[in-house]
């Protein structure tokens, strides 16, 4: 017989073979997903950022409708996302309080000093091993940027020799968090402006040595923030996010201007006092 | 007594400039007891030690204040008497953070130690490396493991030779050097002990041949010790101190990947571990105190100091002189392993046995360039890994793939960054790997 005909014929037979293979599998193999979970991968963001806690949308989407797990763990989608699927499998949402994520550390290169001179790697990690870091105060951004290089959304930028989150770009996947040697940044609500920026737990005449504008522990701040929104650890003032603090007069009244509101620089803040 | 020629030398290795002539005249002088001393309770690998003092306390020399926590761990004693003023946190030379006691001397002469042992002859071995570890003893080359550990091998890992480590190859360090020409003849018995412990018929004494005066002094001392005794005299090379490399040039044995020195029926000791091996089990006296040099050329007189540990650097310098110029780097060890430092405000603790105070015109500021494939790290690296190959797989955040190709074994000497033209940091993106993947391993076991 001709070659190409033979050829054809082995060809095309082993096509016709596996199709028929194929299609019995399909028919018996098959496994049955529920046609829900695509449609929920679907809502979600597609930013596979993992913040959720699980491996990317997909298999958030799949422990969503299998096994109920809280529709409210999604960063990036925010309220309308868990509404939209809620609405979908017919759950009750929850409030979703869309979160950010801030450096709690306000002393760049203008305020804080460097105790030595750091000549290595670019990582806030290699930094901290080497001698604790060669930032004089012990728990300062020391800016080498670990942060801004794994967020997915290029949020964080390094100014003045400390990391600062964009917080219309942040998407809250706590990625920064695990990242930070010196455990500086924090996921707090979007709603919340005022915050208390340092995260030093030494006494003030420690913090004044190495920092211009290191909390002090005076507890001014106390006094005038709204009920029990800032509380003293220590001789550090923290602010508790599960309570509004909305009056900016702690703003002005701290004496070492590391309560800071949104938005307003290092200059602003110098020039109001 | 013999003095051999090592046949062997480990593959690989450098030769930096040893700068030891600065110090390696200077006679062991002792410092006084400083007025404040800052003990650290982790002066040793493994677990720190749990404080057993608190604050106000009335406290004798020699009196334990940290208890060993763990098996790989060790006991802390006060150098010196006096009141604890606190229990305080203090950052060490490696740049971690542990409880520390602070104490504030009284200048008594009185001593607590446990009762003389002279006979130890007749000894039960175990009951011997129990006191030991009663007396806090820790390997004192540099990383500090658990004497007690050592001297306990499993019985199925005999053990047939001892090598005591006077290589003392890292630039500038001149402690060891001065131990064995100045306690030649303690060295021995701690030696001797050694080796009835581990029942070891065969004893070495690695001296590299920069250091005459050490193999003569060690010669002498050693010449009445009957058995297989010898001096092993090593080409000078770096990482020539180095526990495995000193295996093969001593008796051209090789430590399997992954394995120990006992695998292959060895257990190196530093000459000052030896030394208080001796101290401890002779005159019960715990490890309190260590020979440390103060060195480099921004020191105004480079020294050799028994120094109680938890002496801060600021007191020892000041003992020396104090600063000669700037110096503008600080390192705790030598320049190859050593930790630079960031103040002069750290504890001494029994690792320590070099504080380096360079100038600036011994410091090279770099700035780290692209790798251009010349081999020349692969060709020093003493444990033949390669080292530019693992430094891009960290740099790419890659751990899986260093740990791969054998990031794990990397012993951090340095040699290749030493010889690297484009001036990688190698050894600081091992240590970062290294860090990862210990990491990575500690948050499996977690599950």
Known sequence: ?273 | MTTIRSPHTFRGGIHPAYNKDLAAGAAIRELPTPARLTVPMSQHLGAPAKPVVKAGDMIKAGQLIGEQNGFISAAVHAPAGGKVAAIDSAVTASGRACAAVVIETDGSAERQAMPALTEWRGVDRKELSARVGEAGVVGMGGAGFPTRVKLSPPSDKPIDTVILNGAECEPYLTSDHRMMVERAREIRDGAEIIRHILGAKCLRVAIEDNKPDAIAAIEQAFADMDGDVAVAVLKTSYPQGSEKQQIYSVTGREVPRGGLPMDVGCVVENVSTAFAVWDAVVNGEPLTRRVISVTGDAVAGPSNLLAPCGTLYADLVAACGGIKGKAAKIISGGPMMGFAVGSLDVPTGKTASGLLLLSAGKVTCFTSQACISCGRCVDACPMRLAPAELSQFIEADDIGGAEGIALMDCIECGSCAFVCPARRPLVQHMRRGKAAVMARRAAAKRG
Request: a positive charge; glycine letters at 10%.
């Open chain 1, 1 to 273: 017989m001709d070659p190409i005909i033979t050829s054809t014929l082995c060809v095309g037979g082993i096509g016709l073979a596996s199709a028929a293979a194929l299609a019995v599998a399909e028919k018996y193999l098959s496994v049955k997903e529920d046609p829900r979970i695509a449609k929920v991968a679907e809502m979600l963001p597609g930013a596979n950022c993992g913040g959720c806690g699980y491996a990317g949308c997909a298999d958030y989407a799949r422990k969503i409708v299998n096994d109920n797990v809280d529709l409210t763990l999604c960063a990036p989608g925010g309220p309308e996302c868990a509404n939209t699927i809620a609405a979908f499998l017919g759950r009750a949402a929850g409030a979703v309080e869309k979160r950010v994520a801030i450096v709690l550390c306000c002393g760049d290169d203008t305020a804080a000093a460097r105790r030595a001179a750091y000549n290595g790697i670019t990582d806030c990690a290699a930094a901290q091993a080497t001698a604790g870091g060669d930032k004089a105060c012990a728990y300062g951004c020391l800016g080498y940027g670990s942060c801004a290089r794994v967020c997915p959304v290029n949020a964080i930028a390094i100014v003045n020799g400390i990391a600062k989150v964009d917080k219309a770009l942040c998407i809250a996947c706590g990625k920064c968090v695990d990242v930070c040697p010196r455990k500086l940044i924090k996921l707090v609500p979007a709603a919340a402006d005022i915050h208390v920026l340092c995260s030093s737990k030494d006494k003030g005449p420690v913090v004044k040595k190495v920092c211009g504008t290191g909390c002090i522990g005076c507890r001014i701040c106390t006094k005038f923030a709204d009920e029990g929104s800032i509380v003293m650890d220590g001789f550090l003032a923290v602010a508790d996010y599960t309570k509004r603090l909305t009056n900016e007069e702690v703003v002005a009244k701290c004496p070492s201007h590391c309560i800071r509101k949104d938005g307003a620089g290092n200059a602003e803040t110098a020039a109001a006092s």
